[in-house]
C-alpha cells in the first residue's frame, strides 16, 4: 500500500548546523509530496510541495527533492536557527475511494539550540 | 486572509457529553477535512466534504458525525464523548479533492485540544 517512512526524532543540532531528514515513500503511481511543519502549540502549516519525479521544492531555505529512483524526498536546510524547532512531516497525495487521500510520516522533532 | 480557522482553541468534556468543532475556511476551496492527532500515529482522517453538499467518511469515522454549512464551514459533532476521543482536531481546505499541484493542497487550521474525562 501507499506510506511514508521518516527517520525518528527527535533530532538536535546546534544553530547553524546542516539538518537533513530523510524521508521515503511506498506508492502506486505518481503521488504528490509534501513537507509540513508544526511549530509548538500550532497547526499544520505547507513547507514545500513537489509534483513530479525532479521537482525541488523550496521554501524559508529548506529543500527537498522528489527522486523517483529512490523513492526518496529528503528535508534539509543548510543552516538552522533556534526558530526551526519543530515537528516536521512529510506527506504524499495518492488519489483513492473519490479523493487525493493524504498520508503523513510520523513526524521528525527538531530541536536547535543556541 | 485568515485561513482556516477553527474553534473553540481548547475543551474539556465529560464522558457521554456532547459538543460541536466549528472550522471556517475563507480561501474559496471547495473541499474540507476533518483529521485527529494522536502520539504516535499522525493525522487520521475522520470525515471529508468534496464539495457543498456532500460529505464522506474517512479512515476512522466512528463516534462522530459531520455538517457541511455551506461552502466555508464543516463542523464536526461529537454526540456521546468518549475518553478515546481525546486528540487534537485540525481541520483543513483544499481546491479540490482530486487532481494535482495547487488543486490537491491541504491547508491546516490551528487545531483544537480536546480532552475526555
Known amino acids: 500500500g501507499n506510506s511514508v517512512t521518516q527517520m525518528e526524532g527527535p533530532v538536535t543540532l546546534s544553530e547553524e548546523a546542516f539538518l537533513t531528514i530523510n524521508c521515503t515513500y511506498t506508492?502506486?503511481?505518481?503521488?504528490?509530496l509534501f513537507w509540513y511543519v508544526q511549530y509548538p502549540g500550532e497547526g499544520l502549516q505547507l513547507l514545500l510541495k513537489?509534483?513530479?519525479?525532479?521537482d525541488k521544492g523550496s521554501n524559508k531555505g529548506f529543500e527537498a527533492t522528489y527522486r523517483k529512483e529512490t523513492t526518496s524526498f529528503h528535508l534539509e536546510k543548510g543552516s538552522v536557527q533556534v526558530s526551526d524547532s519543530a515537528v516536521y512531516f512529510c506527506?504524499?497525495?495518492?488519489?483513492?475511494?473519490?479523493?487525493?487521500?493524504?498520508?503523513f510520516g510520523a513526524g521528525t522533532r527538531l530541536a536547535v539550540h543556541p | 486572509n485568515a485561513g482556516v480557522t477553527q474553534t473553540p482553541k481548547f475543551q474539556v468534556l465529560k464522558t457521554g457529553q456532547s459538543m460541536t468543532l466549528q472550522c471556517a475556511q475563507d480561501m474559496n476551496h471547495n473541499s474540507m477535512y476533518w483529521y485527529r492527532q494522536d502520539p504516535g500515529m499522525g493525522l487520521r482522517l475522520i470525515y471529508y466534504?468534496?464539495?457543498?453538499?456532500?460529505?464522506d467518511k474517512g479512515e476512522v469515522p466512528n463516534g462522530y458525525n459531520v455538517s457541511r454549512l455551506n461552502k466555508r464551514e464543516f463542523s464536526l459533532r461529537l454526540e456521546s464523548a468518549a475518553p478515546s476521543q481525546t486528540s487534537v482536531y485540525f481541520c483543513a481546505s483544499s481546491g479540490y479533492t482530486t487532481g494535482t499541484g495547487a488543486r490537491e493542497t491541504q491547508y491546516f487550521g490551528p487545531g483544537t485540544r480536546l480532552l475526555v474525562l
Open positions: 506527506a504524499l497525495t495518492f488519489f483513492s475511494g473519490g479523493y487525493n487521500k493524504l498520508i
Open positions: 513537489a509534483t513530479k519525479a525532479d
Open positions: 506508492a502506486t503511481g505518481y503521488p504528490s
Open positions: 466534504s468534496a464539495s457543498e453538499g456532500t460529505t
